[in-house]
């Protein structure tokens, strides 16, 4: 409860750099999770930017946002500086940071606060708050429940968060 309390309050203020991280070869689970949280957040009047390991199938390029997603292989420099200059990281649908590939260095010797959101079994302790849950079926359900029940933010839920 005390973690559901701090990630709320978090949440709530407002921050400069947010960077929003999921798995290597993102599925859409892992890409449409990260771009839901990424538009709420910019709802919130936050400043957040998605970073992916390497890309992802170009059959995800139909979700609002994607085109705004900095892919690390293509442009190191300048999401190393965006995971520097971070207040907070999300990291998304993934177990361990070992999952993240390249990233994994990056994110791990960051100051951010690390706040893990995920459905896997079994997750790393990597994470300065754990939002997590092995029974909910995909990462994007605790994003909407972050959202809608955490949040008492459900009329934030618009068709771009919804997809």
């Not at 300048?78 to 990291?91: M, Q, R, S, V």
Request: with cysteine; glycine share 2%.
């Amino acid at each position: 409860m005390e973690q559901i309390a701090r990630l709320k309050a978090l949440i709530n203020q407002p921050f400069q750099n947010i960077v929003i991280t999921t798995h290597h070869k993102p599925d859409a689970d892992a890409l449409g999770s990260s771009l839901a949280l990424w538009k709420y957040l910019i709802l919130k009047k936050q400043y957040p930017r998605v970073i992916t390991p390497s890309d992802y199938p170009r059959f995800l390029h139909w979700m609002r946002g994607h085109e705004q997603v900095i892919n690390f292989e293509v442009k190191p420099d300048e999401a190393k500086g965006l995971i520097e200059k971070a207040d907070i990281i999300f990291c998304c649908d993934f177990s361990s940071l070992k999952r993240i590939n390249d990233l994994e260095t990056p994110v791990a010797n960051s100051k951010a606060i690390k706040i893990h959101i995920d459905h896997h079994l079994e997750p790393d302790t990597f994470a300065d708050i754990v939002y997590s849950d092995s029974s909910a079926s995909a990462t994007a359900e605790l994003i909407y429940y972050l959202i809608s029940d955490v949040m008492q933010d459900r009329h934030l839920i618009d068709p771009d968060i919804a997809s």
